[in-house]
């Protein structure tokens, strides 16, 4: 019998200038600050890997367990790809501000230049203020040329796609993709392992001490993607009592699963961990008899080794992220 079960972390909180309190006030999160931003709810970033909170493995590494444990914790498939590298972060983002302009390498040049995954990225809006808006991409296809003009004129506001979002709204960010993430907004992400990025802009602004935060114009030109495109906004269905496919990528794939009552979860047919957010209510998870509370705005690993998992709830809406 396995020695794997239903394995929570202790989020790790990250301070950034543009962040507040929501994930204290909002999540529930039991962190101190003012100005936290992230937090980071499954991560194996060198530096901040995440550790098991309860349990038989608490204080246990995610990496030391996928060392020990292999595709018995993230599936067979998963681990013949990835190997000890834990394939997805998984957060919740508090913007009280308006994050930097900026995008991410794709994966060939990543590997490259930081020897790194590139970062392809989903957010889910747990929360929004009205008219509160983020921008992906650009508002017409452009060069690189035309881009440096707007740069070195202190334009490029102009040249880029503003959406107005809503709660509920999901947006697949591919790597390339110029984005920022604006102000009143609260997300959950799940991106590839990777904290490599490209600022590009960032609003004129400086932190606390004065000083303005590193640009890497110069890094980012040859990997922005120069075209205008209308896919950042995903279009889904959303079924009470099933899962609902939101995103489905090379890098993971993301189903929503509104649970009003009982439901249960096969997984033998799915060769691959499994993370389940709690985007809305809580819900309660069991797995062989036992039961696990998944409150709201927490997250939990389920080991691919598990055959079946069922939730309960009375109105929620859990993220499913596989691999």
């Not at 101190?32 to 038989?56: F, K, Y």
């Not at 102000?183 to 609003?203: C, H, K, M, N, P």
Request: charged share 20%.
């Amino acid at each position: 019998m396995s020695a794997l079960y239903p394995l929570f972390f202790t989020p790790i909180p990250k301070e950034r200038l543009w962040g507040g309190d929501q994930l204290q006030r909002f999540l529930n999160k039991s962190f101190q600050g003012e100005t936290i931003g992230e937090s980071w709810e499954l991560s194996a970033v060198s530096g901040d890997v995440s550790v098991v909170s309860e349990g038989p493995l608490k204080g246990q590494r995610l990496d030391e367990l996928i060392e020990k444990h292999k595709g018995e914790l993230v599936g067979h498939d998963v681990y013949k790809r990835f190997g000890n590298d834990f394939p997805v972060l998984i957060k919740y983002i508090d913007a009280q501000k308006d994050l930097s302009v900026q995008l991410h390498p794709h994966d060939h040049l990543a590997r490259e230049r930081h020897n790194s995954f590139g970062k392809n990225e989903m957010w889910y809006i747990m929360n929004a203020e009205p008219n509160a808006q983020l921008i992906a991409g650009f508002a017409k296809d452009t060069s690189q040329a035309e881009y440096q003009q707007y740069l070195d004129r202190g334009a490029i506001e102009d040249l880029l796609h503003y959406e107005t979002i809503d709660k509920g709204d999901v947006f697949f960010i591919r790597t390339g993709t110029v984005h920022a993430i604006g102000a009143g907004i609260l997300l959950a992400e799940i991106q590839q392992t990777s904290d490599v990025t490209y600022r590009i802009f960032d609003w004129n602004r400086t932190d606390k001490n004065g000083n303005t935060r590193e640009l890497h114009t110069e890094l980012a030109l040859d990997a922005i993607d120069y075209q205008k495109r209308d896919n950042h906004l995903v279009n889904y269905t959303k079924i009470a009592n099933q899962r609902n496919s939101v995103v489905s990528s090379p890098y993971f794939t993301t189903d929503i699963v509104p649970v009003n009552g009982k439901l249960s979860v096969p997984t033998t047919t799915i060769d691959s961990f499994v993370v389940l957010m709690a985007v809305r209510g809580d819900t309660v998870i069991e797995v062989d008899g036992k039961t696990y509370p998944l409150p709201f705005g927490s997250t939990v690993l389920l080991p691919a080794c598990l055959s079946a998992f069922s939730l309960q709830a009375n109105q929620s809406e859990v993220l499913m992220v596989t691999i």
